[in-house]
């Protein structure tokens, strides 16, 4: 099986930034696409940003030109920098890994609060 370990989240003011990061371990082979999703209070989980092994990148309406989606094959790594932050970020954020194998894992998620 795989587990996901993600990092980077945490506090910060309207218009800071953060990178989230999520590794993964285990049977680490044939990855499809990599991608974030996050679910705020009283919200669904929603897609926030994809990446496929190819280097196709997807992202959603609400997060366009502020955050940017990377992954390093060697660590088994995916990256989500968030620039400009805004209070409507606010969000549990998750991790997702998809392989040929197995339709996807997920994270624990990590939470980012962003409040002035």
């Known amino acids: 099986q795989v587990q996901l370990v993600e990092s980077g989240g945490g506090l910060v003011h309207p218009g800071g930034s953060l990178r989230l990061s999520c590794t993964a371990s285990g049977s680490i082979f044939n990855i499809y696409s990599m991608a974030w999703y996050r679910q705020a209070p009283g919200q669904q989980r929603e897609l926030v940003a994809g990446?496929?092994?190819?280097?196709?990148?997807n992202y959603a309406d609400s997060v366009k030109g502020r955050f940017t989606i990377s992954g390093d094959n060697a660590k088994n790594t995916v990256f989500l920098q968030m620039n400009n932050l805004k209070p409507e970020d606010t969000a549990v954020y998750y991790c997702?890994?998809?392989?040929?194998?197995?339709?996807?894992?997920w994270g624990q998620g990590t939470q980012v609060t962003v409040s002035s």
């Open positions: 997702s890994m998809k392989f040929l194998w197995h339709s996807g894992y």
């Open positions: 990446f496929s092994s190819s280097g196709d990148t």
